[in-house]
C-alpha cells in the first residue's frame, strides 16, 4: 500500500527527454518486427547489412546500457523496483539491455532502410546469394529461399515457386524487386 504522506517524485526534463527518446528508439526497433509479422516481405541490400553490422551492434549495445542505467536510477518510479534486492535489479537491467540492444540494432540494420524505402523507394532490383534454396522459413514465410549473410529473421526470400527453388543452388546470385532504394527492397517479384 502506497504511503499518503510520502513525497511526490517527479522526473526532470533531461530524464524526459531521455525516456522518450528511448520509446522512440524501441518503436523505431519494432516496425520491422511488426512488418514481418504482418506479412510484409522486406530485405535489406546485402550491402547495407555488410555496412550496418558494426555500426548497429555498437549503437544498439550503447541504447542497451543507456536504457539500463535509465531504468536502474528512475527505478523510484517503479513500485515494483523501488525496494528490489540487488539480484532482481541486475536481471531487470541484463533483460532491458538485452532488449533495448535488439530494438537499437533493428533501428539502424532494418528501420532505417525500411523507412527511406517507403518514403523515396522507386522501382528496385537488388542482388542476393543463395545460402540454401529450400528453407523452412518461419511463420508467415513459406515457400523460403535462405540467403547468405543477412540478418537473423531476415535471411529469407519468401512465397519463392518450387520450380525456383529446384533450380537454384548454394552460391547462386537470386534478385528481389520491388519498391525500394539502394538500403532494401520491399520485393514482389524475384528473379535469377
Known amino acids: 500500500m502506497t504511503d499518503p504522506n510520502a513525497p511526490i517524485v517527479t522526473s526532470s526534463p533531461l530524464s524526459k527527454a531521455v525516456g522518450w527518446l528511448i520509446a522512440a528508439i524501441a518503436l523505431m526497433g519494432f516496425l520491422p ?14 550491402e ?17 546500457v543507456v536504457t539500463a542505467v535509465f531504468v536502474l536510477k528512475r527505478r523510484d518510479l517503479n513500485p515494483k523496483l523501488a525496494d528490489a534486492s540487488v539480484l532482481k535489479l541486475s536481471f531487470t537491467a541484463l533483460g532491458v539491455a538485452v532488449m ?68 537454384l543452388r548454394e552460391g547462386q546470385t537470386v534478385y528481389a524487386s520491388g519498391n525500394g532504394t539502394d538500403l532494401g527492397v520491399f520485393y514482389d517479384r524475384f528473379d535469377w
Open 33 to 46: 518486427i511488426l512488418a514481418l509479422l504482418i506479412g510484409t516481405p522486406f530485405l535489406p541490400s546485402m
Open 48 to 64: 547495407w547489412a555488410a555496412k550496418s553490422d558494426w555500426p548497429g551492434s555498437l549503437f544498439g549495445m550503447a541504447v542497451g
Open 100 to 167: 533495448m540492444w535488439m530494438m537499437g540494432f533493428l533501428t539502424v540494420m532494418m528501420s532505417y532502410p525500411m523507412i527511406t524505402a517507403w518514403s523515396a523507394g522507386e522501382d528496385t532490383r537488388l542482388a542476393y546469394v543463395v545460402a540454401d534454396p529450400v528453407s523452412r522459413g518461419g511463420r508467415g514465410c513459406r515457400q523460403a529461399v535462405k540467403l547468405h549473410d543477412m540478418p537473423f529473421m531476415f535471411d529469407n526470400l519468401c512465397g519463392t515457386p518450387p520450380d525456383m527453388q529446384q533450380a
